[in-house]
């Protein structure tokens, strides 16, 4: 079976760092860890430019997902994510200088890095070797989940991670909590798939299991068979399959150990940059003790379900993202990239 080459990203490795080579061969090599942060439907909505010591970070404004992302504000959680990766990558090879977010007013240009020169290889930043290990690990988890509990050690490390001010973590893993989180994320999902718009968009950004496209998400993410997989997006299309899609969700968030509700005091731009940016810190962590995560914002979309699951998580702000944490029956395949040399500038 041919292999779509969007997938090759993932074998990106740290001894293959370009130490000889010119800043602007290490700042590439750098991106080539950020392209790999999750992103809404896979959209990868990110652009940057590469300068002599600096690299900016652009949100690609030709992706527009009205029914999905109305607001705006999943298009820069995703920008965080890839700002993060950017950043521990630069952290480990010792090229870090300092970020600045929005340094122009400009919603557009979200954040410039600067970076040093990097010496020697002794100077890799060991503290960061497991996060940077974990960024090629990481992937979204759909499916059943085993019934195990994640050990105290690895949930105290997780806590450990500060949040900025005004942004709150809250855990979730009573099963009794879990089931009416599961149970409102499958009503987000009922109201959301039984709209034809939402549906329609959604539609556009599934691709067949043996498609080349580097944007989207794969059929066999959604754990679709390949005959299955080439109608899916015209099945989604033509039909309201939002009682089982829901259903299959309510399964498997149900099934989960742990349940995380990202909430914040403020809802701009500057902090869903910090969610995304606080969301893939999380993840990466659970990732780098083998813990699987997965995404299921449905509920935060429905004002009234989202006031539910505030008080259900015990979140201290207004809930923004929601991901599951545990360990996932069977393989998940990664889902493919865009590479470094598209997402430049000129
Ligand atoms: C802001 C945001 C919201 C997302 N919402 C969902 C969701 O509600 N349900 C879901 O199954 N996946 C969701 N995802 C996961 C993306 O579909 C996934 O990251 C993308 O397809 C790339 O796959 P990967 O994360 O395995 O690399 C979301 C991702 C982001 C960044």
Redesign the pocket.
């Known amino acids: 079976m041919l292999e779509n080459e969007g997938l090759t990203v993932w074998n990106i490795r740290r001894q293959d760092f370009p130490w000889k080579g010119s800043i602007e061969e290490k700042i590439k090599f750098l991106l080539g860890y950020a392209i790999?942060?999750?992103?809404?439907?896979?959209?990868?909505p990110w652009l940057v430019k590469v300068k002599r010591n600096s690299c900016e970070v652009y949100a690609d404004r030709t992706i527009k997902l009205p029914q999905?992302?109305p607001k705006g504000?999943?298009?820069y959680?995703?920008l965080g994510?890839f700002i993060k990766n950017l950043i521990i990558a630069s952290k480990y090879f010792s090229m870090f200088e300092r970020v600045t977010y929005f340094p122009k007013k400009n919603l557009d240009l979200v954040a410039e890095v600067f970076f040093k020169k990097s010496g020697s290889k002794k100077n890799v930043n060991k503290k960061f070797e497991m996060l940077l290990g974990a960024v090629p690990q990481?992937?979204?988890?759909?499916g059943l989940f085993r019934r195990k509990k994640i050990p105290e050690y690895i949930l105290r490390k997780i806590e450990k991670i500060s949040t900025p001010s005004g942004i709150r973590i809250s855990y979730i893993s009573d099963s009794g909590s879990i089931g009416k989180l599961a149970k409102l994320?499958a009503g987000g999902?009922r109201t959301l798939y039984s709209k034809k718009a939402f549906r329609y968009e959604l539609a556009g950004f599934i691709n067949h299991n043996l498609s080349t496209k580097r944007k989207?998400?794969p059929a066999y993410?959604?754990k679709m068979p390949t005959p299955l997989s080439f109608i899916f997006s015209s099945l989604m299309r033509l039909f309201d399959m939002s009682v089982p899609i829901a259903r299959v969700?309510y399964k498997s968030i149900s099934s989960v150990p742990l349940i995380c509700v990202i909430s914040s005091k403020n809802d701009d731009p500057k902090t869903w940059l910090e969610i995304?940016r606080m969301?893939e810190a999380l993840t990466l962590c659970f990732e780098a003790s083998n813990v699987d995560t997965?995404?299921?914002?449905?509920a935060l979309e429905i004002d009234s379900l989202r006031k539910q699951v505030k008080k259900i998580s015990k979140a201290r702000y207004e809930p923004r993202?929601?991901f599951c944490a545990g360990y996932i029956i069977g393989e998940?395949k990664?889902?493919p990239?865009n590479d470094v040399e598209e997402i430049l500038m000129h």
């Open positions: 790999l942060a999750p992103s809404t439907h896979n959209v990868q999905a992302d504000g999943y298009l959680i995703s994510a990481r992937k979204n988890n759909r994320t999902i989207g998400i993410a959604l969700n995304g969301f997965s995404i299921f914002v449905a993202f929601l998940i990664h889902t990239r």
